[in-house]
Each structure stands twice: as C-alpha cells, then as structure tokens.
DNA sequence: CGCCACTATACACCGAGTGAATAGCAGGTC
DNA sequence: GACCTGCTATTCACTCGGTGTATAGTGGCG
C-alpha cells in the first residue's frame, strides 16, 4: 500500500540505492513478506519520472551500477502532505465476504456453509497470530494486533450476517433470466465519499 | 475484489452479456461505487481466454454486437471452489497506518499528531454509517456494518498504539546513515502464511 | 431537426506486482 | 586453481486490475 512513499520516507534521512532501501522496507514494514525487487526499480522509477526522487550519483566501480537516490523538494513535500492527511477510512461500502454471501443467496448455496467455513478459517488464524505475538518485538505484535482487531471485526460481522441469513434470502431480489424484465432501480446509496 | 468471480456468479444462473453484467454487479455488490465498462469487458476477455466463459451468441442486429457469454463447466467448477473455499484472512502483517506510524518515528515527526488526524476522520466516517445505515435496506445495511466493525478495529488500534508510542519511538532502530554502517538482522516473523 | 440519453463494446494507457535474467565479486571447498 | 554458492545490484518482459475515452446505433423529446 503505497510503496512510493514508503520509499520516500525512508529517503528523506539520507541518500540510498534500491537494494537498500528494499532490505529497510522488508525490516520495517512488511517484516512477512519481503518486496520484490522489480517493484523497487519500478517505483523509484516513476518517483524520478515525476520528480520526487533524483539519480545522486552513479558508482561504477567496474561492476553493475550502483544508483544512489535521494529525495527532492518536492518528494518532501509530497511525502509530508501523505503523512499528515489522514487515510480515506473505507471509503467504499464493499466487501468480498458480502460479495461470497450474496452470490450463495443468488446461486441457491448454503450461506451458513459458507460462514462457518470462513468463521473456522479466521479462528484458525487467530491462534496463529496469538502465538506469534506472544515473543514479538513491539512492532511485530502491533501488527499482529491490528491484524487480530479486523479479523475480530470480520468474526462479529460474520455472527452478524449468519443471524440475517434467512432475511437476507428473502430480501435480496432474485436473478430473471431475461434481462428485458429486469427492473433496475437503483438503490440509491448516497455519501460523501461517493 | 475478485470482479471475475463475481461475474461467474452472475453468470450462472443464465448467460448475459457485458452491459447487464456490468448493471447486476453495481446493484448487488457494489452499490457505492459502480464498476467502470472496461473492466468488465477485459474480465469477460480473460476468463473467456481461460476457458471459464464462452460467447453464447452474437446479435447483430444492425447494432454494435452483443455478445451473450455463458458459463462453462470450468467456470461453474471454479466459482464452486471459490465459494466454498474461505478467504485467507489477513494472510500478511502489514498496515497502511502502521507504515505511517514507522515512518513518523523514522523521520522524526511527532506520532499524536498523525493518531490523533486518523481517529478525527475515523469518527466522522462512522458517524456518516451510521447514517447512511439507518433507512438503507438490509444489504447496504450490512455492508455499512463490516465498514463500521473494521473502523472500531482500527480506532482500538488507535488508541493501543498512541499508549505505546513512546515505547515505539525508543524500540524502533533508527536510520543509519551509511548502509555499511547498518546491521541487518532479520526479525524472523514465521507463520504458515509464509 | 437536432440533441440528449441509453445500450453496447473496444482500445489505449497506467500503476502495481511477479519472475526470470544478468553480472560482478567474495568465500569456501575438493 | 577450478568450481560452486551466495550476496550485491539492477533490468526486462509480462500480467492483472483499473480508468478514461472513442465509437456507434437507437429511441425519445421539444
């Protein structure tokens, strides 16, 4: 999410090349899964594209280049401005477990097949993460924990869902199979974010 | 969020072409946002590529084509098994917020300050839900509930870290400035995800 | 008669992300 | 000392998801 300016904070202190900067991403952010190379070049790319991020110096001490990048105003100012506004708070009402369970209802599956499938599945997860949190690092069990709190929130909605199964099959309006009958009435869903 | 699933859903019960794909969709998952015309005719090209859809038939009359796709058996296998299949719940430790929190400490920009932004937008989003929530039909209902669960997640998750952010700010190890200088221990995050 | 809205599809493009290829250098080993 | 492994470092080709725009016919309305 946003690896552009991951990147730009983490050039901000001091000048560094791509190998770098992808092992300090690794180590900070995605201590899981470590970034791939391709999309470090490719970022720092498009960051010098755009004029964020400048070609500091080319070390061609007989072997590949050795590109070191540094920050610029403008990366700066771009980076301060991401930092301090907020992140847009689930901006869309959109959901692929809402998605799963509609398309049970429209299809003539089980939903509650489904739920409890899914309600094992995030259990099963959850004690993973209890353990692994149990000896981590501060910043390991903060991310374990932000991981435990929304999967705890998919398991509340979950209940939820499965107590309104019935009445979500009788509301949700059934699949005609000509398109020319089907009234389309929007369902007129009004936010700001809209 | 797996649009060509969905559309194999939608697909199922009796073949359609892209336009009325485009409209089922809109109305039952994605009421908030609509699903732009491209994107569903890139869809429907790959997963006729793929074998999970074929072009039924092609009207022609005297019109720009349209071509009626159906489902085949693969596809019927494959949204079977999505179906049934839970999704992998948050499989990977990673957190746009928590990338900003690191980044804050890293580069020296007061931690509050970005909390306390968050949990201000956080607050009136939910406020807009709970809103929106009360005359909306079931469906958009419980989508309005998985939003507002996930941002009780993430206000829990708020207040968690804006008490250990001290903590944090000693714990996490600052930039190094020469990357020779940098020793980089893994920290050795394990899980069955990986 | 001209304009707008609707049905219907195609095309060009961009960002994010994956995987393989390349290439030099350091260290250990038989 | 020939070979192999592993590390540093970057590039390239490719796919997918997604946006925006062009195209084109049809029906209604003033």
Do not use: C, N
Not at 26 to 38: N, T
Not at 50 to 76: H, L
Not at 138 to 164: G, K, M, N, Q, S
Request: glycine fraction near 6%; proline fraction near 7%; avoid cysteine.
């Amino acid at each position: 999410m946003s690896t552009a300016h991951a990147l730009l904070g983490l050039l901000e202190p001091a000048p560094r090349h791509g190998y770098d900067l992808k092992r300090l991403f690794d180590r900070y952010f995605a201590p899981d899964r470590p970034l791939a190379f391709g999309q470090v070049y490719a970022t720092l790319g498009r960051l010098e594209r755009d004029g964020r991020v400048v070609v500091a110096s080319v070390d061609q001490a007989e072997g590949p280049e050795r590109k070191t990048y540094a920050i610029t105003g403008a990366g700066e100012r771009d980076l301060d401005d991401w930092l301090r506004d907020p992140i847009d708070p689930e901006p869309h009402l959109q959901a692929t477990l809402f998605t799963k369970v509609t398309l049970a209802v429209l299809t003539g599956r089980p939903v509650t097949k489904l739920l409890d499938a899914q309600r094992h599945a995030h259990l099963a997860r959850m004690r993973e993460l209890t353990t692994l949190r149990r000896d981590a690092a501060l910043p390991v069990a903060l991310l374990a924990d932000y991981a435990l709190f929304h999967l705890e929130a998919d398991l509340r909605w979950i209940e939820l869902t499965a107590a309104r199964a019935d009445e979500l099959g009788r509301v949700i309006p059934p699949l005609i199979a000509d398109p020319a009958t089907a009234e389309v009435r929007p369902t007129s869903v009004e936010t700001s974010h809209a």
